[in-house]
C-alpha cells in the first residue's frame, strides 16, 4: 500500500464538499481550525453548490475533488461533511492523480465510498477520519478523536501501533488472530460497491462496518447481502462501530443478528469499537494492514500510514 508523507506544520488543506451541501458558515469554522494550527487553507470552487439534495452536481463535484488531487500544494483533501451522493463521482475521479502524487483524503458516512472505490483502483491509502464538519462545527471534535486523528496523520508511528480502544472493544466470537488490509465504513454507502468495477479485494481483507440511524432489521438485510454477496465467507476478521441513534429490536441484538450472519465462518468478530459516527472516533486508514487480537481485544496498525 502506497501512503503519503506525513502531514507537517505549514502543509495546505482542501476542502471538497462531495455529498450532501454544506453552509457558508460551516465553511469557514472549518477553515478557522485549521488555520489556526498553521495550515493553509483552499477551499474547492463549486464547495458551498447545490443541486437537489447533493452539494453540486456530479461533475461540479467530481471537478473539485479532481482540482485538488492535481494541485500540487495541497497535502490533504477533507470531506466537508457527509449526507449523500458521492457514488456518483466513482466514475468521473482522476485516479491517476492520486497515484502520481500519494495525498492524505479524509472523511466517513457518505464520502467512505470514495475512501475504498479510490485505494481499490490506486492502491493509495485513504483516511477513514472526521469530516471538516467536526472540526469545531458540530460536535466539536472530541480531544480523543482529535489526537487520534493528529497522531495518524502527522507522527511517525513505531509499528506496531496499538489503537487506544482495549476498554472500548467487545469481542463476540474469538479467534485466531487476523490480520489483512482495511476497507469498510458506513455499512448502507459502501454495499452500493458490491458489484460494481470499484469494488475492493474482500478476500483477506478486514472489514469495518458501521451504522447510525438505522434500525435492527435493515442492519440485518445489509448484512444478508453482504453474506449473498460472498464478502463475509472471504474476510479474515470483522470489526463492528459503535451503533449511534439506532432503533431496538426487542426480538434479537444488534450482537445476534451479526452472528447469525457470520455463521458458518471462523474470523474473530470484534464489535463497539470506537469509530465512524460516535463522538470518540479513531483514524483508520484504508487499504493498510491492521491486526485484529480478539483474545487480546486489540486493534493494530501494522502497516504505517504515512511515510
Same mark, same amino acid.
Given at each position: ?9 505549514? /502543509?495546505?488543506? +482542501?476542502?471538497?464538499?462531495?455529498? %450532501? ?5 460551516? $465553511? ?9 494550527? +498553521? ?12 443541486? +437537489? ?24 483533501? $477533507? ?5 449523500? +451522493? ?8 482522476? #485516479? ?30 485513504? #483516511?477513514?477520519?472526521?469530516? =471538516?464538519?467536526?472540526? =469545531? ?7 480523543? %478523536?482529535? /489526537?487520534?486523528?493528529?497522531? $495518524?496523520? =502527522?507522527?511517525?508511528? &513505531?509499528?506496531?501501533?496499538? #489503537?487506544? @480502544? ?5 469481542v463476540i466470537r474469538e479467534g485466531s488472530v487476523a490480520e489483512g488490509p482495511l476497507f469498510g465504513g ?22 469495518l462496518i458501521e451504522e447510525m440511524e438505522v434500525g435492527l432489521a435493515r442492519m440485518d438485510a445489509m ?11 472471504? $474476510?479474515? =476478521?470483522?470489526?463492528?462501530?459503535? #451503533?449511534? %441513534?439506532?432503533?431496538? @429490536? ?5 450482537? &445476534? ?36 487480537? %480478539? ?13
Amino acid at each position: 500500500m502506497r501512503v503519503p508523507k506525513r502531514f507537517r506544520p505549514g /502543509d495546505t488543506v +482542501g476542502i471538497i464538499s462531495p455529498s %450532501s451541501p454544506i453552509t457558508p458558515e460551516a $465553511i469557514e469554522a472549518i477553515t478557522r481550525y485549521f488555520e489556526r494550527r +498553521g495550515h493553509p487553507v483552499k477551499v474547492a470552487p463549486n464547495a458551498l453548490a447545490r443541486f +437537489g439534495f447533493m452539494a453540486g452536481t456530479p461533475k461540479q463535484r467530481a471537478d473539485d475533488l479532481n482540482l485538488m488531487l492535481r494541485d500540487p500544494e495541497v497535502r490533504m483533501i $477533507i470531506a466537508s461533511r457527509g449526507g449523500a +451522493g458521492a457514488a456518483h463521482l466513482l466514475p468521473l475521479i482522476d #485516479y491517476a492523480a492520486l497515484e502520481a502524487a500519494p495525498k492524505f483524503l479524509v472523511g466517513l458516512s457518505d464520502p467512505s465510498i470514495l475512501l475504498n472505490a479510490i485505494t481499490a483502483r490506486t492502491g493509495v491509502a485513504t #483516511y477513514h477520519g472526521p469530516n =471538516g464538519v467536526k472540526f =469545531g462545527v458540530i460536535g466539536p471534535l472530541t480531544r480523543f %478523536s482529535e /489526537d487520534n486523528f493528529w497522531t $495518524i496523520v =502527522g507522527e511517525r508511528l &513505531e509499528l506496531p501501533y496499538a #489503537y487506544p @480502544v482495549v476498554d472500548a472493544m467487545h469481542v463476540i466470537r474469538e479467534g485466531s488472530v487476523a490480520e489483512g488490509p482495511l476497507f469498510g465504513g458506513h455499512l448502507k454507502t459502501n454495499q452500493v460497491l458490491l458489484g460494481t468495477p470499484w469494488a475492493p479485494e474482500w478476500r483477506g481483507a478486514i472489514l469495518l462496518i458501521e451504522e447510525m440511524e438505522v434500525g435492527l432489521a435493515r442492519m440485518d438485510a445489509m448484512l444478508a447481502h453482504l453474506r449473498l454477496a460472498g464478502v463475509l465467507d472471504s $474476510i479474515a =476478521g470483522l470489526i463492528v462501530g459503535q #451503533y449511534v %441513534s439506532c432503533d431496538a @429490536v426487542e426480538a434479537e441484538t444488534l450482537e &445476534e443478528i451479526v452472528l447469525r450472519n457470520c455463521a458458518g465462518t471462523s474470523f474473530p468478530i470484534v464489535m463497539n469499537v470506537p469509530i465512524g459516527h460516535t463522538d470518540d472516533k479513531i483514524t483508520v486508514p484504508i487499504g493498510c494492514r491492521v491486526r485484529v487480537d %480478539s483474545r487480546r481485544g486489540t486493534l493494530e496498525l501494522i502497516e504505517s500510514p504515512t511515510e
